[in-house]
């Protein structure tokens, strides 16, 4: 019942910037936190970003001071703003959110991981 759903990849020249947002939808209780991950080929997925619902962030040492991550909680979204990019930035980003749900038939509650589907960043020389 939950989705998570990125936008904002696209091709961009080195310097340039991006703006990610990643929606979460469906019925849940509460998100407890988001985050943002990128994957380059050949290579493991890694955490870029994330943020918890008490505000603490935290940043891959690649992209701190050029990215940061936000949320507007009303409407169930974060948001990576990406500036001064590099070619080494180029991956397939991904939405990750940890969400708490009521079991489907049950009154139990369980908290879970969610992926969205990845949006694509090319930074070019």
């Known amino acids: 019942q939950v989705q998570l759903v990125e936008s904002g990849g696209g091709l961009v020249q080195t310097g340039g910037s991006l703006r990610l947002s990643c929606a979460a939808s469906?019925?849940?209780?509460?998100?407890?936190?988001m985050a943002w991950y990128r994957q380059a080929p050949g290579k493991l997925r890694d955490l870029v970003a994330g943020?918890?619902?008490?505000?603490?962030?935290n940043y891959a040492d690649s992209v701190k001071g050029r990215f940061t991550i936000s949320t507007d909680n009303s409407k169930n979204t974060v948001f990576l703003q990406m500036d001064s990019l590099k070619p080494e930035d180029t991956a397939f980003y991904y939405c990750?959110?940890?969400?708490?749900?009521?079991?489907?038939?049950?009154?139990?509650?369980?908290?879970?991981?969610?992926w969205g589907q990845g949006t694509q960043v090319t930074v070019s020389s």
């Open positions: 990750y959110a940890r969400i708490m749900t009521r079991r489907s038939g049950t009154v139990a509650f369980t908290d879970s991981d969610y």
């Open positions: 469906g019925t849940f209780i509460s998100i407890s936190k």
């Open positions: 943020i918890r619902s008490g505000g603490n962030i």
